[in-house]
C-alpha cells in the first residue's frame, strides 16, 4: 500500500495511534484529514521518504501496544456518542475549569511582561471557551438526539453547523500556536504560566482526537 496515497484521516482510521505521529508534526489529521499525504507532504516542503522511514519506526516502536481504530469503528452510534460524551466532553469542561483561574492569573500577574502577548491569549482563550461551552451543549442536546433517533436528514443539516464550529475551534487553536510561538515559554515565566501552556496544548491534542472520532468516523455514517 502506498501511504502517500491515502487520505490523513484513512490511515488514522486503521491505526488510531498514527494520530500522535501526525499531531506532533502539526499534520491536521482531524478538521482537514480528508486531504492525501502525499499532497499535505509537499505542500508543507516535507521530505517524503524520511517522513515514511520516521512513521515506520514510530509503529515498529508501539510494538502493538495502544488501542487500535477498530476499536471505535465496531461501536455502533450509541456507544460511540457514549464514549465522547464521557471522555472528551468531561476532559474539555475540566480543562476549561482550570484555565479559566490559570488564565486570569497570568494576565494579572505578567501584564507588565508582555502586554501583547498576555491579551492575546486572553482574547484568543476566550472565544475559545465560549466556542468549546456552546459546541458541547449544542452537540448534547441537538446533534446527539437527532443520531440516536435516526432523524438523518435533520442529522446532516446539524452535522454541516458542527463541522463548521469544529473548523472555528481549530483556527483558534492554530492563532493560539502562532502568537505563543508554538508554546515557548518566555524566560521570566512562572509555573501558572507553564500551567497555561501546558493545558492549552493538552485540550488542543484532546480536541483533535474528539473531532476525528465525530468528522471521520461517526459523521462519515450519516
Not at 492569573?105 to 498576555?118: E, F, S, T
Not at 476566550?126 to 435533520?154: A, C, Q, S, T
Request: charged share 30%; with cysteine; net charge negative.
Amino acid at each position: 500500500m502506498n501511504l502517500l496515497e491515502n487520505k490523513i484521516n484513512t490511515l488514522v482510521k486503521e491505526d488510531i495511534r498514527m494520530a500522535n505521529f501526525f499531531q506532533d508534526r502539526k499534520l491536521d489529521f482531524c478538521c482537514n484529514g480528508h486531504r492525501f499525504l502525499g499532497e499535505v507532504l509537499d505542500e508543507k516542503g516535507m521530505d517524503k521518504e524520511s517522513f515514511l522511514k520516521d512513521l515506520g519506526s514510530y509503529m515498529d516502536g508501539l510494538s502493538g501496544n495502544g488501542e487500535k481504530e477498530d476499536f471505535f469503528n465496531h461501536m455502533d452510534n450509541e456507544e460511540l456518542i457514549g464514549h465522547i460524551r464521557s471522555k472528551h466532553h468531561t476532559y474539555t469542561r475540566n480543562v476549561l475549569k482550570e484555565l479559566d483561574q490559570y488564565v486570569a492569573a497570568i494576565v494579572k500577574a505578567h501584564y507588565r511582561h508582555d502586554k501583547p502577548l498576555l491579551l492575546s491569549i486572553n482574547d484568543l482563550y476566550g472565544k475559545l471557551r465560549v466556542e468549546l461551552h456552546e459546541h458541547l451543549v449544542k452537540e448534547e442536546v441537538d446533534l446527539f438526539p437527532l443520531i440516536l433517533d435516526n432523524r438523518i436528514e435533520e442529522a446532516k443539516k446539524e452535522i454541516a453547523v458542527t463541522e463548521a464550529e469544529h473548523d472555528a475551534a481549530g483556527n483558534l487553536l492554530a492563532e493560539l500556536r502562532r502568537v505563543t510561538d508554538d508554546y515557548t515559554l518566555p524566560e521570566w515565566a512562572c509555573n501558572t504560566f507553564a500551567a497555561v501552556y501546558h493545558n492549552l496544548q493538552a485540550l488542543e491534542s484532546d480536541l483533535f482526537r474528539h473531532i476525528f472520532l465525530e468528522n471521520s468516523i461517526l459523521f462519515e455514517r450519516i
